[in-house]
C-alpha cells in the first residue's frame, strides 16, 4: 500500500500531552491517527461524541460570575446544609 504524508498545526502543549499518552499506551501519534482514520473510514462518522458542553457556555460562565461576586460582596451567603441520602 502506497504511503502518503500528512501535515497539520496543533497546539505545542497539546502535541506534547498527546505524545505522553501515546507513549504510555505503546502506541506513537502515527499509530493513534492511523487507527482513528480507520475507524473514521470504517463507521463514516467521527468516532466519539462531539458537542459542546453547556457549562462553558457564555451565559453559565457569566451566571457563574454574578455568583461569585455576590459570594465575595457579602450579597449572598453560602450555607451548609445536610446531605440527602439516596
Known amino acids: ?3 502518503t504524508m500528512i501535515n497539520f498545526r496543533m497546539d505545542e502543549e ?3 500531552n498527546m505524545e505522553e499518552i501515546c507513549k504510555d499506551l505503546g502506541l506513537s501519534m ?3 491517527f492511523t487507527i482513528f482514520a480507520k475507524k473514521m473510514t470504517r463507521e463514516k462518522r467521527i468516532p466519539f461524541d ?3 458542553d453547556s457549562f462553558y457556555s457564555e451565559s453559565n ?3 457563574l460570575k454574578k ?4 459570594i465575595e ?3 449572598s451567603v453560602l450555607v451548609e446544609h445536610e446531605l ?3
Open 30 to 32: 502515527t499509530t493513534a
Open 1 to 3: 500500500m502506497a504511503q
Open 14 to 16: 497539546l502535541k506534547k
Open 50 to 52: 462531539v458537542s459542546v
Open 73 to 75: 460582596s457579602g450579597k
Open 67 to 70: 455568583v461569585i461576586d455576590d
Open 84 to 86: 440527602i441520602e439516596d
Open 61 to 63: 460562565i457569566t451566571y
